[in-house]
């Protein structure tokens, strides 16, 4: 069959999200000629919905440390060669202004659209061909990958595979990345929810029916990793930002230990008023600390009701516990619908970490979601595509 000229390229980049976008653009600046497919009608959805519309685009102190992998070191090579200050670089250039809201998070000043913005205007500006509505029916592999598509055929002796993970279906999320790994023998580490609410069994469910709404500081632990934040109670279960954190370490029967009280020991406070003779009840002190509605609910699940001079300092040091340590096993997760992020997917054991090309397989890339690379809340995903799409875009 005699090929279409026009239709060959240097580099096919499956998916125009944060990584894909990023890689064709460090590959147009390099002079290469690429094409960008991507199944939706827009580009960048996850990135126009992100941060509430405003978009938390990185965080200045991402390192290898808030990121979650079987080999967590796997991620620093990109990540040093490829930092917030690039990225901020860029948004610079194109003036669009930002802010940083809280723990290094940085967010638009105006909306998420400048982003998208930004960067479809820096692979324009490299001749970089994208077709959008562009639904990818099979790849093969001769001198060169050929990708057969709803919209025609397209050679190229690079792909990089940019379609991220399964989270938030709504917005066109699919296996196709999964897929394209396993064709060509790669392993692919079980995706699973990540960043993700956590729900109740149907005991805890009625055992705290009343609460949703009711959001509190907390100091959330399990498997030895630990984040301070809110948590939020749900119709369902437990979400807010410790508890979506915490989500990307926990695993099916392990129990969560939440401090309800993390900058104030109760323990220390209820025996200091036991001493000062007071009459206060241990449910009214603990309503000082925590939202009125949960104080009252531990007030009655655990049985406060005398005054703490009256109280034995066993029982007093129990009501502490269950503030401090409230041990809670979710019955699973929200799922793939509420999740932001993918844990899990391609083996990082089968790919360069500088180039993100697979080792079987030359001329075959992947990067961003659809690695197993999972950042925290707070930015450091974005980081993690921006800095993957480049390395990969300088070596396509």
């Excluded at 690039?86 to 400048?114: N, P, S, V, W």
């Excluded at 984040?227 to 392990?254: C, M």
């Excluded at 020991?265 to 008023?273: K, S």
């Excluded at 029982?315 to 699973?332: C, D, F, N, Y």
Aim: glycine share 10%; proline share 4%; hydrophobic share 40%.
């Amino acid at each position: 069959m005699t090929r279409d000229r026009n239709r060959d390229f240097d580099a096919i980049i499956l998916g125009a999200g944060a990584a894909g976008l990023m890689c064709a653009i460090a590959a147009g600046r390099r002079g290469r000629r690429v094409a960008l497919l991507e199944r939706n009608a827009e580009v960048g959805e996850k990135i126009r919905i992100s941060g509430g519309g405003r978009c938390n685009f990185t965080n200045v102190h991402a390192s290898p440390e808030n990121y979650v992998s079987q080999n967590h070191r796997f991620c620093t090579s990109a990540l040093s060669r490829y930092t917030p200050a690039d990225f901020i670089a860029m948004l610079e250039k194109h003036r669009i202004t930002y802010h940083e809201k809280k723990l290094g998070q940085l967010f638009c000043d105006t909306t998420a659209r400048d982003i998208i913005q930004m960067l479809t205007s820096e692979c324009r500006f490299t001749g970089v061909t994208l077709h959008t509505r562009c639904d990818v029916e099979s790849i093969t592999k001769e001198e060169v990958f050929t990708v057969t598509s709803n919209q025609g055929v397209w050679n190229a002796p690079s792909l990089v595979v940019a379609t991220g993970g399964l989270s938030i279906p709504k917005l066109g999320a699919t296996d196709l990345g999964y897929r394209v790994a396993r064709q060509f023998g790669l392993n692919v580490i079980a995706p699973e929810a990540a960043l993700v609410p956590l729900r109740f069994s149907s005991e805890d469910l009625a055992r705290y029916d009343g609460l949703s709404g009711v959001s509190f500081d907390a100091l959330v632990s399990c498997r030895d990793v630990s984040f301070r934040e809110n948590v939020l109670f749900t119709h369902r279960g437990l979400s807010g930002p410790a508890i979506l954190q915490i989500s990307s370490y926990w695993k099916p029967s392990d129990a969560l230990t939440i401090d309800m009280s993390p900058s104030i020991r109760l323990d220390e406070h209820l025996l200091a008023l036991k001493r000062k003779g007071s009459k206060a009840e241990a449910g009214t002190i603990v309503g000082e600390l925590l939202p009125r509605r949960l104080a009252q609910r531990w007030s009655t699940l655990h049985g406060w009701s005398g005054p703490v001079n009256q109280e034995r300092d066993t029982a007093l040091l129990e009501a502490a516990k269950a503030v401090h340590a409230w041990r809670i096993t979710p019955s699973g997760t929200e799922g793939f619908a509420k999740a932001e992020v993918t844990r899990g997917g391609v083996d990082t054991a089968e790919l360069s970490p500088k180039t993100m090309e697979s080792k079987r397989v030359p001329g075959l890339y992947f990067i961003g979601e659809v690695v197993d690379v999972t950042g925290w809340l707070g930015g450091y995903n974005f980081q993690w595509a921006w800095a993957s799409g480049h390395a990969a875009g300088l070596a396509v």
